[in-house]
Structure formats: structure tokens, C-alpha cells
């Protein structure tokens, strides 16, 4: 009997070796290690922690790994293992402030108090193709490696003095904080879930969004307050014992985007900010993210809505990769019920049109005659 | 033997909790799911969760079933009509691994289907589950994609812009162009979508015994259809709603009611139509009947 | 579950012995009960309950409430023994208003006016509240004939020990649907379902 698109068990357990193999490669070449990933790709282990919402680099090289380098795979890998795993609290905010700073730039002052430090960045590299890293074996060694104060004041906050940018205060401590893993996306979005969402949404995505708001969709006129990478405690409180604990350092990387706003008839013009944070170095993202932050902000401080990234329902449910990439992907299903469907109405339309025109036809004919 | 055991009774998969989800999150979505019961087809929003599968695959629906199904629970998992499509055994594996519950191809012996795009040609009964993947749950999408507009329209009943849709259509085409997917309204109320099923199961849903459970996991939207509860699809006076019919039957069990595959046999255009319902086709097979392709299995049957 | 770092005197009352399994299997008895209106359905787990709490209403609270869901107790329930039980097992908070309730538990004999609990908006139905309530009995003569979805043409349901005037302004609620609130009457192990989509009518009973 002829059985259409019906593998069934065989077929895929087939399909999950030959998966397995080639997800190896070679074999006379050796097999990456997963610490071999976490140290040395490490940009794409943060992007996959960052969109995946675990921080955790061994288990983000080993989605990795397993993905054979496909960092949206990865990303799904990671969120579908974090669904099960058990909520034991809930940490304080992280204190940016407190970090301790591997790169710390703003482009809005020449200097600043605490300093500029470059620190680890691709930025000025001149992008040739370094056939050196073909050989192996050299360990670089770098000098002065430069250190700024572990306590450094948000260049933003500088410009509070004057009044010249708003004031972000934070919420009461008890105030609820809206999370997108446990509740759906509702509207009106808070700034809460928002950023929540920016902050796992896919890179490729925000940076296409936020690059637009530089070119006119979007009144942007965005110059980086700063941006700041390096480590920062996390801490809990521990109710029995009346005080916050600190579990651990997270590398994060943190932007605030400056932008003019003109102001209002009640309000004077100042700065106006975006802001965008992701776990690791990832500064592509976390611009893009405060661009897109930014520009959703438009409703709240009356701008016009005019752009594709100020259109809060249209950014938020497209921006998750894994949402994305399913459905899209989902279309390889078999769907020959529904296409069957089509094709019987398709004949059907195209039977009627075919005999009304025979008949136009015949009264013509006839009408010559 | 129709229902196969497994007979590895209470072990499920290691560091797995029974049915994958936690109880928390089988909770919210048991809350969920009544509410949408007590609504008829009002879209209830829920806290979708990540799958091991991807969204767009099922995602709902697994979290539907996951939420309802007990150990006690004979399990059929069907996709485009069929038992042993390749998404279909995926998601039936899960929940073996997962439960360890009983499963069948039969419909008439499961407690618990899971469908994507069709309802099964055997008519369910009183006490039966029929759970619906669904990708797009709200009717209104294409008309107007904004989600609080289209949640506004669900709350006036302001179901205007699909009577116009329709009808240009009729003024466009002189038919109905909506061949699944086709709009219907329950209990006279919400207008609903009946995830991509073609509109020959349409009327099926209308005065169901059975229970139906409709699960969007990435859209993150749960609705029902109680049991004999009116599903009318929206039609006019002067173009009823009809479905499709075709001039053959099928080539197997000779089957002339049931929604049928096409099948292209070669490159000259010849074809074939198979019943999509796997198990209604081998229902009528085994009860001897025949189509005109069935050769081998109809000497047999006939003598 | 939340730890109290002052445990109460008594201990609570027992819950489920197999959470997973008892609230898989409870549940169903609720999802069968809400998808047939007026039909009695036996929760047939075994289940610990407080004195004086209908099993079938405490096997209710124990598969749906949790941290997510404040409840309110009617007079009657207002106790120490059900407030323990409750946070013991579930964790759930008590609602500070009825208004606020997701969940509402009430005895029968003691019922307050039903519009003090949310029936959601018109945009959120499924935010109107469930109320459970416990009832002497299930069964007696036929005081009213329920329609509507999940039923077949008609079911005759008697008044249940209820005061006619629940019933009437109950009644008087469909009007609001899709607003509305969800019934679960219990009595013993045994509960039945009054969905907001029921009609009630008093007329040929």
C-alpha cells in the first residue's frame, strides 16, 4: 500500500543517527571539548546563554556543542531544559554600579570620572584574516591590562546634577515584576516585560530594528551614554536570616543609549534613555536592545508611533527566535489535508470560470450568426 | 490487540516529572483549560512553556494533553488523519517516554486524541478528549493583526469584518474561498477558529459528545467546545456553508464519505484518492470492503 | 512550598498522599464535571480535608490553587484548621477582598450576594472567579432545568439545599456572560458543575 509522508518510528530513528555522525564530522579530527567551547567561543556561548535566559557557560557550550554550532538550536536547547527546572528564588537586582569593569566607554564625554577602558574589544582590529591562529599552540599574553575602580558612577547618572536626563527610580521594593516565562505577553506591555523581552529576543533581530531607528524610522538620535562589560555579584535574600547572601559573580554587559527628546508643554527638553543588558561580552546586542528599548518608549512620552520599532505589538511577538524559527520551520510538516482542501476549490473555481466562459462563448458565437 | 500496554508501569523517564511539566505549570494550565470550558471558544491566555519540541509543532496541544492525561489514559496521536506521520509518532513517543500510558491507533478506543488538521472520521463519544493543535488561534488575525484590537472585536462581538471578508469573496469568486480553517461561531457568542482542519470536518465539531480541547502553545492561547455545544460555521442565506465533495471514493476501502488524500502516482498525471483517516480506511478494509486499487487485499475479502 | 518559620500548634490536616497523580486524576472528575453541567460526578482520590470540608471541594482546592491564585473563605470556613490546611498544601494567599478572589470557598447555608466577586470584564472573562460551595445534598426533587453547552437538549437539577434566591440571582447573571462566575457544588465526594454558560430555568421542574 503506497503510505505518503509516513516514515514512522524507523525513519526516525534513523534520521537521529545519521544526526549523531555527522554532528561529529571526521573522526581523524579530534572532538571539541565542551570546555574547549566555553573558553574559546566564548562570544557564542553568551549570545546562547543571553537568548536561552540561563546563565550557565557550560551548559550554554554544551547546547552548543550538540547544535553543531546552530546558535538558535542551541538557544531552544537551553530554554526547553530551563522550562524544567525548579524555581528556588528570586535574586535583588544587580548593582551595575558595583562592577567590577573589563571595558567601560561613553562616546557623549572625552573623559570621565573613573576613566574609559577599552578592554577586550574587536573594535579597532583591523578585520584581516589572521592565518596564524592555523597553527596551534601559542598562548597570547597580554600587558597592561588596565583596571578602573570596582565602584564607578553611570555616566548618565552625571547628567543628573543638571536635570538634564530623566530619572530612572527604581520600584518599590515589593512592586511585581512581570515575567514572560511564567505569564503570556499582554497589552499594554510594562517597561518590565518589555525589556524582558529585547533581552532574550533574537540579536539579528533587534540590531536590523535598532539599525532602523538610525535611519529615520524612528526619530532617534541616540549617542551612547555608556556602555560597561565585567562582573557583577548576584545576591538573594534569605528571609531566616534578615539578610542578602552572595551566590556568585554573572558577566553582563550593560548599555544606556542618551536620546534627545524635545519635550512637552508640561515637561522641558532633556535626555532621554534606552537601555540594554545581556549576559557576557554581547555590546552588539545590548546596543540594538537599547535603540529598541528606546523606540518603544514613544507611547509613554508622546511621541507619534510611525515606525516599525516603536509598534510595541509588532516588535515584542516577533522578536523570540525560538517562537520564530518553529513556525516558520513548521511549514515542513506534512499539511496535504489543508492543501487538499485548496485544491478542490481551486478545480472547483476554475471548472465554473471555464464553463461560464464556454457559454460567453456560445451566446457570442450565436449572437454573429 | 487494539491498545498496546507498555508495560514498563510507573517508570517514566529519569529526572523527568510525570508528563514532563511540573505540577505548578500543570496547574495554571488546569485553570486555564476550565476556564476556556465555562467560556465556549473565548481564547483563555496562558503561561506557555518551552517544549522539547519546537512551537509550531505542537506545542499546545502537548501542553493540553500533558495537563489532562493520567495514567489510566488510552492515548491516539494523529496528524493529517494518520497514525504514523512522521510528527505523530514524534509526539506519541514523547508521551510514552514520558507517562508511559497505553496508546492505540483506533479511535474508538482512545480517551485522549491528539490531532493536527483533522477530526477523526469515526463519530467520538460521551467521555472522549479530542485535543486540537492549533498555530493561529485568533479568526480574526488575517483581518486584523493587532491583538488588542482583535481582543476589543471578541468582547463587542464585533464580528463585522469576517461577514465582509466572506462576502467578497462571493462577490469576488461567486464562492466562499476559505477551504480550511473555516470561522465558526459557538453558542452563538465567539467567533472561533478551528485550527487548520478542512471545512469537511467542520460540521463534526457541532453537538460533539466528546469534549474539545484546542492548545496554541506559541501563541499562548487555550480554548473549548463542551460537549453539545452549537458550532455553526458563518455562511449566508443564499451561499449555506457546504463542504467539499470529490467524484471519487476511495481506492482502497471505496469509502465515498470520508475527507480523501490525493495521491500522484507518476509524472503523466495519473492519481489516486486514499482515505486521510488511517484507521477508518483499515476499519472498513478489514470489514471487507474494497476500492478499485485494493487488488491483493480485495481477492482475499471478496472470497 | 513556603516554609513558616512559626508552625502552628496542630498540625494541618492531611492533603494528597501522590500530588501528581491524585490532582492528575482530580482534576478530571472537575474537567468532566464543568464539560457536563449538572451532572454529579464522584471524585473518586482519596483525599485529606479538613473537618467539615466536602472532600470533593477539598480535592478541588488541592489540584487548582497555589501561590498564583488568592483565595476567599466564606463565613464558615474562616477557620485556622482550613486557613493551615490551605497555605500547608497549597501556599495559597488569602485574598484580601472578595473581589480578588480567584478562588472562593463558601457553605451553602451561609451565601453571600454573588456579585461581591469578580466575573471579569468583557475583554478577561476567564478572570471571574470559581466559587466552591458546599451543599447538603446533590440530589432531591428537580427544581430547575439547566440548558446549554456541554448539555444535551435538557438536565432537571434540584435546588441542592440552596436558598431559591442563590439560585434566582444566579439566574439573573447570564445576562453578563461572557462575564460571569463558574460553580462547583460539592457534597461529600461528590460535586457537580454550574459553568457561566448555563441557562437556569424555573418553569417545568
Known amino acids: 500500500m503506497y503510505v505518503a509522508v509516513k516514515g514512522g518510528e524507523a525513519a526516525i530513528g534513523n534520521a537521529h543517527q545519521l544526526l549523531a555522525e555527522d554532528r561529529r564530522g571526521n573522526p581523524d579530527v579530534p572532538e571539541l571539548s565542551v570546555a574547549q567551547i566555553r573558553e574559546q567561543m566564548s562570544y557564542g556561548v553568551d549570545r546562547v546563554m543571553t537568548e536561552g535566559s540561563v546563565y550557565d557557560p557550560d551548559l550554554a557550550a554544551l547546547a552548543l556543542k550538540q547544535a553543531r554550532g ?15 527546572l525548579p524555581r528556588l528564588a528570586v535574586t535583588r ?64 547618572d552625571l547628567l543628573n546634577a543638571e536635570g538634564l536626563i530623566e530619572r530612572e527610580l527604581p520600584d518599590a521594593e515589593d512592586a511585581p515584576v512581570g515575567d514572560l516565562t511564567r505569564e503570556p505577553l499582554m497589552f499594554p506591555a510594562g517597561r518590565d516585560v518589555r525589556l524582558q523581552n529585547l533581552a532574550r529576543a533574537d540579536e539579528g533581530y533587534l540590531l536590523a530594528l535598532g539599525y532602523s531607528t538610525q535611519r529615520g524610522y524612528a526619530k532617534s538620535h541616540p549617542f551612547v551614554g555608556e556602555i560597561r562589560s565585567g562582573a557583577v555579584a548576584v545576591e538573594i535574600d534569605i528571609p531566616e536570616l534578615g539578610f542578602a547572601v552572595d551566590i556568585g559573580d554573572i558577566t553582563v554587559t550593560e548599555c544606556q543609549m542618551i536620546n534627545q527628546f524635545k519635550g512637552s508643554k508640561t515637561e522641558a527638553p532633556k535626555f532621554t534613555r534606552g537601555y540594554g543588558l545581556a549576559f557576557g561580552f554581547a555590546e552588539r546586542k545590548a546596543m540594538a536592545m537599547s535603540l529598541v528599548d528606546r523606540a518603544l518608549r514613544a507611547e509613554e512620552l508622546g511621541e507619534d508611533i510611525t515606525a516599525p520599532a516603536q509598534d510595541a505589538e509588532f516588535v515584542l511577538y516577533h522578536a523570540d527566535n525560538v517562537e520564530a524559527s518553529g513556525f516558520v520551520q513548521h511549514l515542513k510538516l506534512p499539511h496535504h489535508v489543508d492543501f487538499q482542501a485548496e485544491l478542490t476549490l481551486v478545480r472547483t473555481m476554475r471548472a465554473e470560470i471555464a464553463t461560464a466562459q464556454a457559454e460567453s462563448e456560445a451566446e457570442l458565437a450565436e449572437a454573429a450568426q | 490487540m487494539s491498545v498496546q500496554q507498555n508495560y514498563r508501569t510507573g517508570a517514566t523517564l529519569a529526572g523527568y516529572n510525570f ?32 517544549m522539547p519540541l519546537p512551537y509550531g509543532w505542537g506545542t499546545g496541544g502537548m501542553q493540553v494533553t500533558a495537563a489532562v492525561i493520567g495514567s489510566k489514559d488510552v492515548l491516539k496521536v494523529i496528524d493529517q488523519g494518520a497514525d504514523d506521520t512522521t510528527n505523530a509518532v514524534s509526539i506519541r513517543r514523547f508521551f510514552v517516554r ?121 501563541e499562548k492561547r487555550i480554548y473549548a467546545v463542551p460537549p453539545y455545544t452549537e458550532v ?54 478489514e470489514a471487507g470492503h474494497t476500492g478499485r486499487m485494493s487488488a491483493p487485499y480485495k481477492a482475499e475479502a471478496a472470497e | 512550598m513556603t516554609m513558616q518559620m512559626n508552625a502552628p500548634q496542630t498540625p494541618p490536616a492531611p492533603g494528597f498522599d501522590d500530588p501528581v497523580q491524585q490532582s492528575q486524576q482530580a482534576f478530571r472528575a472537575l474537567l468532566d464535571a464543568m464539560a457536563r453541567p449538572g451532572r454529579v460526578v464522584t471524585v473518586d482520590t482519596e483525599t485529606g480535608h479538613p473537618d467539615g470540608l466536602a472532600p470533593a471541594l477539598a480535592a478541588a482546592l488541592l489540584t487548582l490553587a497555589d501561590l498564583d491564585t488568592p483565595i476567599w473563605l466564606g463565613p464558615g470556613f474562616d477557620t485556622d484548621a482550613v486557613k493551615t490546611w490551605l497555605r500547608f498544601h497549597s501556599g495559597a494567599p488569602l485574598a484580601a477582598t472578595p473581589l480578588e478572589a480567584a478562588f472562593v470557598l463558601l457553605d451553602g447555608a451561609q451565601m453571600p450576594a454573588l456579585e461581591i466577586f469578580s466575573l471579569g470584564s468583557d475583554e478577561a472573562p476567564e478572570r471571574g472567579a470559581t466559587l466552591l460551595v458546599q451543599v447538603p445534598a446533590l440530589t432531591g426533587a428537580a427544581g430547575m432545568v439547566w440548558r446549554g453547552p456541554g448539555i444535551k437538549d435538557s438536565i432537571a437539577v434540584p435546588l441542592c439545599g440552596l436558598d431559591a434566591t442563590i439560585w434566582r440571582r444566579r439566574a439573573a447573571l447570564t445576562i453578563e456572560f461572557p462575564r460571569g462566575l463558574d460553580l462547583y457544588l460539592g457534597c461529600g465526594r461528590d460535586l457537580l458543575a454550574l459553568p457561566r454558560s448555563t441557562m437556569i430555568s424555573f418553569e417545568g421542574a
Open chain 2, 19 to 50: 508528563a514532563f511539566l511540573d505540577e505548578q505549570t500543570k496547574r495554571m494550565l488546569r485553570r486555564a483549560i476550565l476556564k476556556a470550558v465555562a467560556i465556549p471558544g473565548y481564547q483563555v491566555p496562558f503561561g506557555s512553556r518551552e
Open chain 1, 93 to 156: 537586582p544587580i548593582d551595575t554600579a558595583a562592577m567590577q569593569v573589563s571595558r567601560r566607554i561613553s562616546s557623549c564625554f572625552k573623559d570621565m570620572p573613573g576613566g574609559q577602558l577599552l578592554g577586550p574589544t574587536f573594535d579597532y582590529t583591523h578585520r584581516l584574516l589572521d592565518f596564524a591562529l592555523e597553527a596551534e599552540g601559542a598562548v597570547p599574553q597580554a600587558e597592561g591590562k588596565g583596571s578602573l575602580s570596582d565602584s564607578l558612577p553611570q555616566v548618565v
Open chain 1, 70 to 84: 546552530d546558535q538558535v538550536e542551541a538557544i531552544f536547547l537551553l530554554r526547553a531544559y530551563r522550562t524544567t
Open chain 2, 98 to 218: 514520558m507517562t508511559n500510558v497505553a496508546t492505540t491507533e483506533k479511535t474508538r478506543a482512545a480517551t485522549l486524541i491528539q490531532t493536527r488538521h483533522r477530526v477523526p472520521e469515526i463519530p467520538l463519544s460521551e467521555g472522549q478528549i479530542l485535543v486540537y493543535q492549533v498555530p493561529i488561534p485568533e479568526p480574526l488575525r488575517w483581518l486584523e493583526p493587532r491583538e488588542t484590537e482583535t481582543r476589543k472585536m471578541h468582547a463587542l462581538s464585533e464580528y463585522g469584518v469576517m461577514h465582509v471578508k466572506l462576502y467578497e469573496d462571493i462577490a469576488q469568486h461567486g464562492h466562499i474561498s476559505t477551504a480550511y480553517d473555516y470561522p465558526v461561531v459557538v453558542n452563538g457568542r465567539y467567533l472561533m477558529r478551528c485550527s487548520p482542519i478542512p471545512k469537511f470536518d467542520t460540521p463534526k465539531l457541532n453537538m460533539n459528545p466528546a469534549l474539545q480541547l484546542f492548545g496554541a502553545g506559541r
Open chain 2, 232 to 285: 455553526k460555521p458563518l455562511d449566508f442565506e443564499d451561499h449555506p456553508f457546504e463542504v467539499e465533495r470529490w467524484p471519487e471514493s476511495c481506492a482502497l476501502c471505496g469509502a465515498g464519505d470520508s475527507f480523501l488524500d490525493e495521491v500522484i502516482l507518476d509524472d503523466k498525471g495519473s492519481r489516486m484518492f486514499v482515505c486521510s483517516d488511517t484507521d477508518y480506511c483499515g476499519e472498513r478494509r
